[in-house]
């Protein structure tokens, strides 16, 4: 009887083996004639669904991955070529089509280790790496609508975007000076933003920002008073994941803006709903925790032609001493910012370079006598990548 059992046993296990083999085979054929004939959505979809049973096979993955590429789905490209490796993760091919992939996916920290990682392994040559040196300068002016209190204040800057190693950094440097009925303000400030890429798809980022800024002219009776210099910081660490199609960040950032000590937790999502950079939408809430108080911010990222970017934000605060985009923008005047308004409009000229175009409406209510005025903000910013 014994004997008898094994045997049945042994016979059924063929016998779906079997059936699994002709199964695995016919799917096979049918994503090749698919593939062959350019049937990109099919091969899509066949893939998806043999995944979602848990069947999917290298060679598929790839096919899907090149379907998704074709169609301008990177990230689509990218969960099949990440399903890819997962079975041969020194598939050098694949290796090289995910590191393209990650610029096209805007995770460029991601893009940076990988191509170091080829380049140092001898899988890419330097003539065909992607260019991740940036240089961007940056001017503008805030015209103020109130010159009683404020006349406009003119900014420029100066930053650099390069690798070291596995780590994508970036530097900064920012002049403004404005004069008012306080006295005239210069300020300079230095930011610096790292960021490492792990596995899986998660990032994290460390952050800094010091600001110096001195009042010369003021009245007298504001001699001796401690708001007529200082040295102002922020420092942030950060970490993002990407899953499908959606980016997930938070961030913690410490700071004594205006000699106030204050943690600034922000949240963040980042969707982009067609599977590519074509359309972007983000939305940030940032908890200020000595306030208890929160601001909100949205954004709007559209590239109607592959050569034209343009972005639409708006920000609700009604506070003082907070930042933006990761700490890049500091909000250290003494008024409050009630809301800001933002159009920017990015051109690429060739390749290398682009040309940005920024035009912003700030809403603030000055600290002293309450009145309530304006910024327009008109700022140009020309970048070279190299």
């Not at 490796?85 to 893009?111: E, I």
Request: proline content about 2%; aromatic content about 14%.
């Amino acid at each position: 009887m014994y004997k008898l059992t094994s045997l049945f046993v042994l016979c059924f296990v063929f016998v779906c083996a079997n059936s699994q083999v002709y199964y695995n085979s016919g799917v096979d054929k049918l994503i090749k004639e698919e593939y062959n004939k350019g049937n990109w959505k099919n091969v899509i979809q066949i893939t998806d669904s043999i995944h979602k049973i848990g069947i999917g096979y290298h060679e598929a993955f790839e096919m899907a991955a090149d379907a998704a590429y074709i169609l301008n789905k990177p990230f689509k490209q990218h969960a099949y070529l990440q399903y890819a490796l997962n079975d041969f993760p020194t598939d050098s091919a694949v290796l090289l089509k995910l590191a393209y992939c990650f610029w096209a996916t805007q995770q460029y920290s991601h893009g940076n280790k990988a191509q170091y990682k080829l380049l140092k392994g001898g899988q890419l040559s330097e003539q065909n790496k992607v260019k991740n040196n940036v240089v961007n300068f940056d001017f503008g002016s805030k015209i103020s609508n109130n010159t009683n209190l404020y006349n406009n204040l003119n900014y420029v800057s100066i930053g650099t975007t390069f690798p070291i190693k596995y780590l994508l950094t970036y530097h900064g440097i920012t002049y403004l000076s404005q004069n008012s009925f306080y006295g005239d303000i210069a300020q300079i400030q230095y930011y610096l933003n790292t960021s490492l890429a792990l596995k899986k798809g998660w990032k994290i980022i460390g952050i800094m920002h010091l600001a110096e800024y001195n009042l010369t002219n003021y009245p007298s009776d504001l001699i001796g008073n401690q708001i007529l210099s200082g040295e102002q910081y922020v420092l942030g660490l950060g970490t993002s994941k990407l899953y499908k199609n959606c980016l997930f960040g938070i961030d913690v950032i410490k700071s004594n803006l205006n000699y106030m000590d204050q943690l600034q937790i922000v949240s963040g999502i980042t969707y982009y709903p067609l599977n590519n950079t074509k359309l972007i939408l983000n939305i940030d809430a940032n908890y200020l925790t000595e306030k208890s108080h929160i601001i909100t911010s949205y954004n709007l990222n559209y590239s109607p032609i592959n050569s034209l970017n343009i972005i639409v934000s708006y920000l609700q605060a009604n506070t003082r001493n907070f930042t933006e985009q990761n700490a890049f923008l500091l909000h250290n005047s003494f008024d409050i910012t009630r809301n800001k308004y933002a159009l920017s409009v990015t051109k690429h000229i060739s390749k290398t370079i682009r040309i940005s175009g920024i035009f912003q409406l700030e809403n603030k209510i000055e600290t002293i006598s309450n009145t309530n005025y304006q910024y327009k903000i008109l700022g140009l910013g020309v970048k070279n990548i190299f």
